[in-house]
Each structure stands twice: as structure tokens, then as C-alpha cells.
């Protein structure tokens, strides 16, 4: 049973890391239609009846939810009770009242780049030369913070050793530095904005269909042999569809199913575990690009040539503070790097934030590189 700590100041940027509001969560948070105790300043509701039977996936995830139930637990329990973890998570709760950070920066101009179009546009340009390419040097730093620098719907690369800050679209972002891609990537982790109701209903994001997601080109983007990891909502639908559609498109060889736990500071689960509406964790699928001449118990070549990189794990469960930021997913790089060759080429699809010497691509990949979210580090 594998499992690995995440610190809350995750991505490194030299002298800059998040906030530490941005994790400053110590309470669970509490869903109103659960039967909980709801502090006085919360008006109570009652707790409704069901009147209709579980639907077939409704069966379905509850049957998924038993089955690593003890898992989760047990793991939770080995982190908990770890020596490295008594710096982490506090056992002195803070008694202060939960409360969420609203930060508000300025929207990106999206020039009507939908979803949906790019990742049509994605299936046909393949290539950085169809991307309209700008490469961040000491002679043309000037031109990206330009009113006139157009930088949305191409590649741009900060080609310096340092992350730099740049204006763009009324706020300052910081781009960490980079090193230039290769032709093809080692590993791609995706965190595709998964169609659900709740999205539907309150319009939060756009969202996109499995057929949609299946145009990016995956076969072409990933090296001999590189690995794909998939973050996953917790509904049993979008698991059976990536498992038995993109997986099965993409010619994939699953090889790995993690867990995502989020606690609170003082190490609660943040939902409830047995919670019919959230739960606490989230799934990271892993799988595996096959070349013809290998089986799913051979390492990959790249490995081959370096007996010391292990294989990834078929099961692991990493323990954050989930950040107050919706849907901010914690970069795993340092996770990942033990599985991989020395330099190996990475590529975020769907980024909201940036990775050091890795390739983002979305239409939010700079989002949450707004100094805003961060403070200087002496």
C-alpha cells in the first residue's frame, strides 16, 4: 500500500508559493440535506426521504464506494500516524468558524475559443509550428506584456532559467520556467471538465462530452511507451466511459488506479465518508501506452536503460489540504518524477495553473498564476 504527503505550498515557483489562506481549511465542510449537527448560526433542515429506489449507477457507485471504503480508512490511518505527518496536520484544531476566501481576479478574454473547439483544434495541430509559436527571451520579455501581444490560441515558452512575471489582460502572472518539448511526452495529465448536473444546473464551467474529449490526440502526443493520468469525478459513469471508451480509442493499457484524500488541517476526512452527495477523494486513472513488441509486464524502454526508476504503483493514496480555490487540483510532479526517466517530458491538458519545465494547454492555463494567489518567499 503506497501513499505520499503533499506540502500546500505544492507548486515551486523560486521565490514565490501560495498563500496560506488558500489552505486554511480546518473544519469539515457540512452539506446541509446530510443528517449532521449544523452550528446554530446555520439553519437546520430536515433531512428528506427518498421515495424512489437507486438508479442503476446510483448501485453502481455505492458498490464502488464499499469496495475501497476500508481502504481510504486504512491508509488515512497509516499517513495520520506517521512520523512525517506531525508537522503537517495540526491535531489542535483551530475553533475559529470556517470560512471561505473569496478572491476575485480579472476573467481571461477568451476570444470565443469554446472547449469544444479546442479540442478540435487540437486534433489537427499536432505540431508547436502550427501554434503560432512566441519563445520568451531577454530581447522580447517587452513584447508579451504589450496591450498589442496577442497571446491566446498559440504556444508560448519561457525560455529563461527563472520564472518571470508578465501583465497580461489586467492582472500579473507568474510563468515558471520551462525546458523545450520533445517529440513526444513521457507522461500526460488530464483534468477534463466532466459533464454533470451540478455543472449544468448553476452554469459554473463548460463542460464537455466523452465524444468531445476523444478528438484530442493522445496516440499522437504520447512517446513509446508514456503514460496518461486522468483525474475523475466520483461518478461511476465518467469511470466506466473513460475505461471502456477513451481507453479503448486510444489503444491504452490501464495499469493503475490512485486515490486523492482531502483533509482538513487537523486531519478530518473534508466530507463525510459515507456521504451519498460528495465525497471526500477523488480517482486518478493510469494508463499506459503498449508498444506492439511489449506485454503489460515489461518495462518500457526508456526504463530499460535505468533499472532504478520503479514502476508506477497499481494502487496509491496521497493525502493533501485540498486548496479553497474551486477545483484546484494539487500538482503531482514530485509524485510522478520517481515513476519517470531523468527529464522527462510532461504535458497538462485542461491546466489552470503552470509546472516548471512542464507543457500546459487549455483555455484557463494561467488562471491561477495570479500573483494575487501568491506571497513572496524570502
Not at 504556444?155 to 501583465?167: G, K, L
Request: aromatic share 10%.
Amino acid at each position: 500500500m503506497g501513499y505520499d504527503l503533499l506540502q500546500d505550498t505544492c507548486t515551486d515557483l523560486g521565490k514565490h508559493s501560495y498563500l496560506d489562506h488558500l489552505f486554511d481549511l480546518w473544519k469539515p465542510r457540512i452539506i446541509a440535506c446530510e443528517s449532521h449537527e449544523l452550528s446554530s448560526k446555520i439553519r437546520k433542515r430536515k433531512k428528506r426521504k427518498r421515495k424512489t429506489p437507486l438508479n442503476d449507477g446510483e448501485l453502481k457507485q455505492l458498490n464502488y464506494h464499499k469496495k475501497i471504503r476500508n481502504y481510504i480508512i486504512d491508509s488515512c490511518r497509516q499517513i495520520l500516524d506517521s512520523d512525517t505527518t506531525s508537522d503537517y496536520f495540526s491535531k489542535n484544531a483551530n475553533n475559529e468558524p470556517f470560512e471561505i476566501y473569496h478572491l476575485r481576479y480579472p476573467n481571461l478574454p477568451s476570444n470565443g475559443c469554446l472547449l469544444a473547439q479546442l479540442c478540435n483544434f487540437a486534433r489537427k495541430a499536432t505540431n508547436i509550428e502550427d501554434c503560432n509559436p512566441f519563445f520568451i527571451t531577454e530581447k522580447n520579455l517587452w513584447k508579451i506584456s504589450s496591450p498589442n501581444f496577442y497571446a491566446f490560441n498559440r504556444f508560448i515558452e519561457n525560455t529563461h532559467s527563472r520564472p518571470i512575471a508578465i501583465s497580461l489582460a489586467g492582472g500579473r502572472y507568474l510563468i515558471p520556467p520551462r525546458t523545450k518539448p520533445d517529440c513526444g511526452y513521457d507522461l500526460i495529465v488530464m483534468d477534463p471538465p466532466w459533464e454533470n448536473k451540478s455543472a449544468k444546473r448553476g452554469n459554473k464551467y463548460s463542460w464537455l462530452e466523452v465524444n468531445q474529449i476523444l478528438q484530442l490526440p493522445i496516440p499522437k502526443l504520447l512517446a513509446k511507451s508514456g503514460y496518461i493520468v486522468i483525474w475523475i469525478t466520483n461518478k461511476q459513469k465518467i469511470l466506466n466511459d473513460v475505461r471502456e471508451i477513451l481507453l479503448q480509442q486510444w489503444k491504452l493499457t490501464e495499469i493503475g488506479e490512485w486515490h486523492w484524500i482531502k483533509l482538513t488541517a487537523g486531519g478530518e476526512f473534508v466530507y463525510d465518508l459515507d456521504s451519498s452527495h460528495k465525497k471526500p477523494y477523488e480517482i486518478l486513472l493510469i494508463a499506459k501506452r503498449l508498444d506492439v513488441s511489449e506485454s503489460p509486464t515489461n518495462v518500457c524502454h526508456s526504463k530499460a536503460r535505468n533499472i532504478s526508476i520503479p514502476d508506477f504503483p497499481r494502487h496509491k493514496v496521497i493525502c493533501s489540504v485540498p486548496s479553497l480555490v474551486h477545483s484546484h487540483k494539487p500538482p503531482l510532479n514530485s509524485i510522478f518524477n520517481q515513476f519517470l526517466p531523468k527529464h522527462a517530458n510532461c504535458l497538462e491538458l485542461f491546466a489552470r495553473s503552470l509546472i516548471p519545465h512542464w507543457t500546459s494547454w487549455g483555455n484557463e492555463v494561467i488562471k491561477l498564476q495570479n500573483l494575487i494567489y501568491f506571497k513572496s518567499v524570502s
